[in-house]
């Protein structure tokens, strides 16, 4: 082929990919846009089957546009010199846009399909380790201002209208004076009369289960904060359940133990920076990933590791808690990430398969996290410098991980692993911090397995060393490999002994199943204090019985779809403040 004729094809397939991810965006705004229409017709089945679709999406049309590449190169699918070519091109045609990082992304996981890539290759791919792809974003998002003028609850009466629904609001009037009250008392050591001057709110409504959120901030006389108003669709109408003022409430509410928003952005990039603006700790590449934009999220969470790993002259160690039998698991520490590589055999009593192990990781990646599961992120060919591990993990690593890791010279290329955010273990946290603390977390322990459990998984393996604790002194779980549905599980009593022979019996006297799940059972295993140990019981005993599960079970076979507030009770609506953890859940809710 002569070198015009290279050239051509080259452009063309820059154009082809440039369609490509066109064609996804067009799809996955598709899909979004149906958020509303699924709030305002409460259909709660849908809103979840979207979700699903949405996170398939991006697979779906990489192989799409790889099928096309495949036809349109021919014997040149495999010649790098035609696809930096491609690259050239695929550069001035997206230098334009607004997000043109998410177009390079979608190019570069083609490339990474093609060739395999191992680490990173910047003839053929994108690579800006030490660019943050948000600082050039000048372009304001779309967005609404109110200024205040008669009252509170007038602005907020202007606010609510101003975003329309289908539906109407059981009493307008009534929520937005609602807001205003919330306002006020949350913002209770703000000066001036009026404390709220302005309002500042996304013109794009995010939805989420089953909630919908308008997003924004507050301007007082010298001082800003953020501002949710969290919607919700009841038998009545369209009612305010929350209003969250604080950085914390807000963070945990875009948090990476959430499910992904559903939020109609005309472009990604500009909302990413006012959402920082928000929250200006909270990682970008988090950012990306609760609005939906998950690869971009991974692609921005390894250019950040990477650029803070070739500044540091800091060894890659183990992670603190006890050593995994499924996984072993890596961080460096002064960044808040672990790293977890499948072990080539797992110690006993785990006897689970490495294609079961990944099909857990992918079952949470697309189920309801119900704000306790960890968001893990999976990266295939990741190069590592040999010389940044400790010799205790280096050596873990190679004697017990060699399926997944090829040394080559100076480097450790892994060629699967998982990324997440690096929590405090909670068996080591409540050996750590005072009486207080350790009480509040013991309990959160209780309520993230009920929230689990509403939300039809069961954690498995509820050891203390399995859940960990964020800054926000959430207890999140985050060791999947033995994670299950509740619908699936044979949840029993523990039979009474019939003799002294059985009562004495060192094993079990009676048949245990592979399934058999005996509640009664769980406390013993937790080595928690008494008195911890008499707080966990009063507050969620009915965990630690089989009734509890097996009317759960029931409950959900039935097709009942439990609500769990994705925000503290003092946030909402009508609640009193400072009313500390919530009360167990009970079976109430929607069908």
Known sequence: MIVDEKEALAHDCARLIRAGFADYNARFRGITQRAQARFEGRDWAGERDDAIARIDLYDWSVSET???????????????????????????????????????????????????????????????LDIEPTDRITHPVARLSFAATQSDSELFAR????????????????????????????????????????VELLETVFYR???????????????????????????????????????????????FTRSYFHADLETVGDAVVFLRTLLPTK????????VGRAKQGKTERYRHFFNHLSTRDERIIAAEGERGMVMAVFTLPSYPLVFKVIRDRFAPPKNVLRE?????????????RAGRLVDAQE?????????????EILTDLLESCTSSITEDGDELVISHLYCERRLRPL???????????????????????RDLALSNVFAGDLLLKNFGVTRHGRVIFYDYDELCLVSDCRFRELPTARSDDEESHSGAWFYVGENDIFPEQFMEFLGLRPDLKAALLERHGDLFTAQWWLQLQEALKAGKVFDISPYRDDVRIGQPMDRGLPQPFSFTGDE
């Open 66 to 128: 790889s099928k096309l590449l495949k036809a349109k190169l021919g014997d040149f699918a495999a010649d790098r010199g035609v696809w930096a070519e491609i690259k050239a091109h695929f550069t001035e045609l997206v230098m334009t846009l607004l997000d043109q990082e998410l177009n390079k992304t979608f190019f570069n996981t083609l490339t990474r399909r093609f060739f395999k890539t191992r680490g990173v290759d910047p003839a053929i791919e994108f690579v800006a």
């Open 159 to 198: 606010v609510l209208a101003d975003f329309r629904f289908s539906v109407p609001y059981a009493d307008a009037a009534g929520c937005a004076e609602a807001i205003a009250e919330e306002v006020d008392q949350q913002l209770h050591d703000w000066a001036g009369d009026p404390k709220v001057r302005a």
């Open 209 to 255: 289960e089953r909630r919908a959120y308008l997003v924004g901030r507050m301007f007082g006389e010298s001082r800003f904060c953020p501002l949710v108003i969290a919607l919700i669709h009841d038998q009545e109408g369209l009612n305010v359940d929350a209003v969250m003022t604080s950085r914390d409430d807000v963070a945990i509410l875009f948090g």
């Open 283 to 290: 990682p970008i590449n988090e950012l990306y990933t609760v």
């Open 356 to 368: 079961e192990v990944l099909a857990k990781y992918q079952f949470v990646f697309r189920h309801d």
């Open 379 to 391: 990266f295939r060919h990741m190069r590592f410098r040999r010389k940044q591990f400790d010799a």
């Open 427 to 449: 068996n080591l946290y409540l050996r750590e911090v005072d009486d207080g603390l350790a009480l509040r977390a013991v309990l959160d322990y209780g309520q993230a397995i």
